[in-house]
Each structure stands twice: as C-alpha cells, then as structure tokens.
C-alpha cells in the first residue's frame, strides 16, 4: 500500500472517475475532469493506493473553510469525503493515520465532521471527536442560516485554542460557515 497526496490539476482523468464513482454523489456523478478539477480548485486529494495504483481509499482536504464564531473568522482545512473502495478491510482506518500523521507535521488546523452513526470508526482510528458541536454551525441557505447536518466535529489537528472554542459551541453560541461570494 502507498500513501499520496495530489492536488486537483494532478489527478488523471480514470482518478477522477474512481472518486466520483466511489463518492457516489448523484449530483456530481456526470462531472467532467475539467469541471471537477475547476470544482475543487482549493482542495488537496489523499489517497491510499494498491501495487498497480488502484484507488484503497480516498479523503479530500477543502481550504476555503472559514468558520465565524463570536465576530471573529477561523480558517481550518477541512477533511472530508473519506470513502473507502471495499468496507472492512482497514483501509479507510490506514488511510486516516497516514491523513492525521501529515497534518500534524505540516502543521495545518484541520477538523472534519461525521454524523453519529460513523463515531465508533473514528473512536477507534483515534480521532478526537467533539460530541454534538458540529450541529451548532449554521449553514447559509439562501436566506436563512440552517444547522448543519453532520452530529459531530473530528479534531485532526487544531491548537488547544480552538479546540476549546469549538468545544464551546452551543445553542447560544453558534458558528457560521463562510463561503466566498
């Protein structure tokens, strides 16, 4: 097994096939590579390869994730669209510890986020996970800001700081996603 990572303008045209196909999003699937790669321009792709560079596992890295808390921006690099190609044989968990060893020694703050069904995967690949606080960020919906849909925030690397801040998020203290106009 190899562990790479590219960025968007690297990936042939058959990688992205295999990610959209294994991301399996209905509204993505007919994208076109030059589409994709325009589409996440500010995002780096992890993989986890087979010996004939077969795709094991993916999980993409956004960097335009900006959340305001208290009037105050936070920039994080966001992990996120971790599927595996086959379930249960560790590849999703190999590829999260190679993923979380990267960041921390690029130093990048980087969180992610999981509905509550997915905790015990990442219990046991162990990834800090801030129980119930991602509902407390609001989405813009065209006029209206709307909780998110995940349950929980991953902690893949933050300072102490920011975890506390998120760890902080409630009912009364929101965050709002940022997206660029």
Partial sequence: MKY???QPNELKETEI???IKLWDISEWNTMKPAYFRTFFKDSEFHFLLDEEEAILAIMRVNFDFTLRIIE???SF???AGLVAAHRKKGYGAKLVQYFTENVKRRNLETIG???SELRPFYEKCEIEI???KAKMI???MGSEWINAEDDDI???NTSDEKKKMLNQLSTKNNAYLITKE
């Fill in 4 to 6: 790479q990572i590219k």
């Fill in 17 to 19: 096939e295999q990610i």
């Fill in 72 to 74: 105050e921006k936070h």
């Fill in 77 to 79: 690099a966001e992990a």
């Fill in 113 to 115: 986020f999981c509905h």
């Fill in 130 to 132: 801030l129980y119930n």
């Fill in 138 to 140: 609001k989405e813009n």
């Fill in 154 to 156: 991953l902690v893949f």
